[in-house]
């Protein structure tokens, strides 16, 4: 199962994407129809809102009465905790029944209004933000759907800004033109990414690497794109191990350089075989972070000889991100390097321009990415110790 998280300001869209995802084939699960329907006549949610908050919250006919609710609870802040202790628990429990009957080969699409307020991207494979500009939505939300202008402006700010959407995107779909561009968008999107995604997740296959290395220009958003992944990794280990055990590391983390463009993580734990308990692979492959032979090349320098490769290595399976995951064991001289070399490279400008003319003369004359791994090792090897007395002089630690 492929689960994608779905959200976008009030007027952006969303609902648009949604129907379109449904009609090519996803399963939907719609967290605001959800809301009404732990809330509807006859639910034990009505009526714990009815014992809270009494008759003057219901319809003549007995039903939740949203508007008179909404100017309770908007007033009044201990209100409002109480309604969302009554109706949070339930919705978690009919969002977990809808995710639960879908079925392995289905891609579950979880609308959700505040995701990105929640912060509850690592408990999705993607997630899709969709997004209009503010006079945009104000237009809509006063023309398609009445809102009075003062009431449009005050619920756009009362949602996370872009600024906070773009951090929590995964997939940034643009809806200021016609609609038909939106689905068009969407239709790429299922097409190119999210089917192929599922297909991987399912069979437990990594995303296909270039058999050549392909450098580009350095793209500012990789840290964010690894911010999301270290998250999505915390989540699928569990208990024991923080954001702080995994690191951005490679050409990617070092700003401005030019890269392969491969996200790399390093995950430091106690012992890499861990990684095998308590059902933990099963896990990280439904989280889609599959196992891969660890390669025939490694970084043989001086100061660990008998840690020339990563003790596990993890590849991502989304087809339009390729990720690599270095497992370590604490402590680890292939790890603490990793770091160093992050760090002195972001530091020293000379040392960044050094490395990104080796990088581009490689590329274009190697015989695939092995070889051009290869081939920089003679770099690192007169490196580390120009990185290693720049660590001495600035008081640099690992951690």
């Not at 908007?74 to 969002?95: G, K, N, Q, V």
């Not at 097409?191 to 069979?203: D, G, K, S």
């Not at 791994?373 to 951690?399: C, H, V, Y």
């Given at each position: 199962m492929?689960?994608v ?5 009030i ?5 648009t994407?949604?129907r379109?995802l449904g009609?090519?084939?996803a399963?939907?699960?719609?967290s ?18 009815r014992q ?8 003549a006919d ?9 100017s309770v609870v ?7 905790r ?10 978690e ?5 809808r995710?639960a ?5 289905d891609?579950v ?5 505040l995701?990105?307020e929640k ?8 997630v899709?933000i969709?997004h209009a500009?503010?006079e945009v939505?104000?237009?809509r939300?006063?023309?398609?759907r ?12 009362s949602?996370a800004d872009d600024?906070?959407?773009?951090r929590a995107?995964?997939?940034?779909l ?11 968008q ?8 999210l ?5 991987h997740?399912?069979?437990r ?10 450098i ?7 840290p ?5 992944l270290i998250a999505r990794?915390?989540?699928a280990w ?12 490679g050409?990617?983390?070092v700003?401005?350089l ?5 996200i ?5 734990v ?13 896990r990280?492959a ?5 196992p891969v ?5 490694g970084h043989a320098?001086d ?5 020339q490769?990563p ?6 399976t989304?087809?339009?991100r390729l990720?690599?995951?270095?497992v370590r064991?604490?402590p680890s001289p292939a ?6 070399f992050r ?5 020293s ?5 050094e490395?990104?003319t080796l990088?581009g ?6 015989d695939?990415?092995?070889e051009y791994i290869q081939a920089k090792?003679s770099?690192f090897a007169?490196a580390?110790?120009r990185?290693?007395r720049w660590?001495e002089r600035?008081g640099?630690?690992?951690?």
């Amino acid at each position: 199962m492929l689960r994608v998280g779905l959200s976008g300001g009030i007027g952006s869209g969303k609902s648009t994407v949604a129907r379109r995802l449904g009609d090519l084939g996803a399963v939907v699960v719609d967290s605001d129809r959800i809301a009404r329907e732990v809330v509807a006549p006859g639910t034990s949610g009505l009526a714990q809102v009815r014992q809270r908050f009494g008759e003057q919250v219901l319809t003549a006919d007995g039903a939740l009465d949203r508007a008179a609710l909404a100017s309770v609870v908007f007033a009044d802040e201990s209100a409002r905790r109480d309604l969302e202790s009554i109706t949070h628990p339930l919705i978690e429990r009919r969002t977990a029944e809808r995710f639960a009957a879908a079925g392995s080969h289905d891609i579950v699409v979880h609308d959700v209004p505040l995701l990105v307020e929640k912060q509850m991207g690592p408990a999705y494979h993607l997630v899709v933000i969709v997004h209009a500009p503010p006079e945009v939505r104000l237009r809509r939300l006063t023309q398609e759907r009445g809102m009075s202008e003062e009431s449009a402006r005050s619920r756009i700010r009362s949602q996370a800004d872009d600024t906070a959407r773009r951090r929590a995107a995964d997939v940034w779909l643009e809806n200021s033109a016609a609609t038909e561009r939106l689905v068009e968008q969407v239709d790429h999107l299922w097409r190119r990414r999210l089917v192929r995604y599922e297909h991987h997740v399912r069979t437990r296959t990594p995303a296909r690497r270039d058999e050549d290395p392909v450098i580009v220009a350095p793209d500012p958003a990789w840290p964010a794109e690894a911010d999301r992944l270290i998250a999505r990794l915390v989540r699928a280990w569990g208990n024991g191990i923080s954001g702080a055990d995994i690191a951005h590391i490679g050409s990617t983390a070092v700003a401005g350089l030019p890269a392969r463009d491969v996200i790399d993580l390093q995950l430091v734990v106690d012992d890499p075989a861990d990684l095998d308990e308590g059902g933990r692979a099963a896990r990280f492959a439904d989280a889609g972070w599959v196992p891969v032979p660890v390669p025939g090349w490694g970084h043989a320098h001086d100061d660990d000889p008998g840690q020339q490769r990563p003790a596990r290595m993890l590849h991502g399976t989304d087809p339009c991100r390729l990720v690599d995951v270095h497992v370590r064991p604490r402590p680890s001289p292939a790890a603490r390097r990793a770091l160093l070399f992050r760090d002195w490279l972001n530091a020293s400008t000379p040392a960044r321009d050094e490395y990104a003319t080796l990088k581009g003369d490689l590329g274009g004359r190697v015989d695939g990415v092995g070889e051009y791994i290869q081939a920089k090792e003679s770099w690192f090897a007169t490196a580390l110790p120009r990185a290693q007395r720049w660590a001495e002089r600035t008081g640099w630690a690992a951690d």
